[in-house]
């Protein structure tokens, strides 16, 4: 299998900008995540879908930020307007609910407001 | 709520040293402890588990220990080597949270040859 697979890799983008980054998860996982990394808050759940239902949003940071699953193959995550504080490395993840709770995750897009 | 508490960072060793990184966890019932590690420009990945007390988990010659008693999961490794360098992640699930998993905030471990 090819893993989590997620793109871009890397986003520059300015400030007031709408940045729209996806996410293709392992085939036959049924539930996904999206998470944040930053220096100084570390590593935070945005928000938790499981069979493509958002379970869990309450980490979405404020409205400027929203997340879809249209299928169980495809998740995107778009800020609008961005601002440079949301400039981090944002990472997606997978697992089968109910097996192991492994979490696997892809290689991450940095994102670069400025 | 459930939490997970690593010991601050950075740690800093000398190849073939000994590692332990501590974590604690508060949790109600019976969760199930990991290990996840991240090198430098990667996501995280599993390094290993355990999902009952007493229960040890083990790879690449890391181990940690499932104590209820003490509510720990400490990582171990007898002799680190320079590609062990990389930021170390404890976690927890609770069944009754779905996949969900509660990180601690990252331990960077450095080694140096």
């Known amino acids: 299998d090819a893993g989590v697979i997620q793109s871009p890799r890397h986003e520059v983008t300015e400030m007031g900008q709408e940045v729209t980054l996806r996410c293709k998860p392992i085939?036959?996982?049924?539930?996904l995540f999206w998470y944040r990394q930053t220096m100084m808050r570390g590593l935070e759940l945005l928000i938790y879908?499981?069979?493509?239902?958002?379970?869990?949003d309450s980490g979405m940071p404020e409205d400027r930020f929203s997340a879809k699953m249209p299928n169980a193959s495809f998740s995107t995550l778009k800020i609008q307007p961005s601002e440079p504080r949301d400039s981090a490395v944002y990472f997606c993840?997978?697992?089968?609910?109910?097996?192991?709770?492994?979490?696997?995750f892809g290689p991450g897009t940095r994102l670069t407001v400025t | 709520g459930d939490s997970v508490t690593q010991m601050e960072g950075p740690v800093t060793l000398s190849e073939e040293a000994f590692l332990t990184i501590n974590c604690t966890y508060t949790?109600?019932?019976?969760?199930?402890l990991f290990w996840y590690v991240q090198y430098p420009g990667e996501g995280l990945q599993l390094l290993l588990k355990?999902?009952?007390?007493?229960d040890k988990g083990s790879n690449k010659g890391f181990e940690a220990t499932y104590r209820k008693e003490t509510t720990s999961f400490h990582l171990e490794k007898g002799s680190v080597q320079v590609s062990d360098s990389a930021v170390y992640f404890c976690?927890?699930?609770?069944?009754?949270?779905?996949?969900?998993?509660?990180f601690g905030e990252g331990t960077q471990l450095t080694v140096n040859p």
């Open positions: 949790a109600t019932g019976y969760p199930s």
């Open positions: 993840a997978s697992t089968l609910d109910g097996i192991s709770y492994e979490q696997y």
């Open positions: 085939s036959g996982h049924n539930s």
């Open positions: 976690a927890l699930n609770r069944e009754t949270s779905g996949s969900r998993l509660t």
């Open positions: 355990a999902t009952k007390a007493d």
């Open positions: 879908f499981n069979n493509n239902v958002p379970i869990d």
